[in-house]
């Protein structure tokens, strides 16, 4: 019998508000994208899950970094939306000091998945996601979403372009930048990112984890034994 691919294991396991607040990993991927860029919509398409993440008509509404289990301690994460406009600047500013501390941080993240509105990729924010990110070497995988709502020559202008812009990064940043087409509504691009992300995690070999020393241990990982620390989700 096939093995069930992983995405389609998820369950949501925790939500977390604050960086120790984690729970212990060995390998996740996080998604990540400007609000109503359509983050939920594909977490819901490659997990072949309806409602496992939650749309909403208003951006910003999610304000936690929830957590959904594949397999024992390996997880896709779904980060806050970014570049809301309807919330205090304090609340902006811990949030986007959320998102860059856990991604420059966090050692259990293998790749992000950065979900860009295709009719306006690269916004000032999905560089900054970029930049954050990058300096660690770990693998980007940018989905233009939506793309239903372009014409077939706006499709391979934007996608053009996207990639241009991209091949004037630095060099050991955009070595590790992937791009692609994407649409939670016509599932156009669904089994080429989902396979790419399930490649990211078979690469991982999770059943057997390297010793973690106390000093280096995670962004928050509990410095107690795996099984305590996912008891704190």
Do not use: C
């Not at 996608?159 to 940043?173: D, F, G, H, I, P």
């Not at 991982?204 to 989700?233: E, I, M, N």
């Amino acid at each position: 019998m096939t093995a069930k691919p992983v995405l389609n294991r998820a369950q949501f396991h925790t939500s977390a508000a604050q960086l120790r607040d984690l729970p212990f990993s060995r390998a996740e991927v996080a998604f990540a994208g400007r609000s109503n860029a359509g983050k939920s919509s594909s977490i819901n398409l490659l997990t072949r899950k309806n409602r496992l993440a939650f749309t909403s008509k208003t951006p910003g509404r999610t304000q936690l970094i929830n957590f959904f289990e594949l397999d024992a301690d390996i997880y896709l994460v779904d980060l806050p939306g970014y570049g809301y406009a309807k919330v205090p600047p304090e609340v902006k500013a811990k949030w986007e000091g959320l998102l860059s501390r856990y991604l420059q941080e966090r050692e259990a993240l293998v790749g992000m998945v950065l979900i860009m509105d295709a009719r306006h990729p690269l916004t000032p924010l999905d560089r900054q996601m970029l930049d954050w990110f990058t300096p660690t070497g770990k693998p980007v995988h940018i989905l233009l979403s939506k793309a239903d709502k372009l014409s077939n020559s706006e499709k391979a202008l934007t996608l053009r372009r996207v990639k241009q812009e991209l091949a004037t990064r630095e060099l050991a940043a955009r070595e590790h930048v992937t791009v692609q087409l994407f649409s939670s509504l016509s599932r156009l691009g669904t089994e080429e990112a989902a396979a790419l992300i399930e490649g990211w995690f078979a690469r991982t070999q999770p059943a057997h984890p390297d010793p973690v020393s106390p000093g280096t241990l995670s962004v928050g990982v509990p410095q107690k034994s795996p099984d305590q620390g996912r008891d704190r989700g």
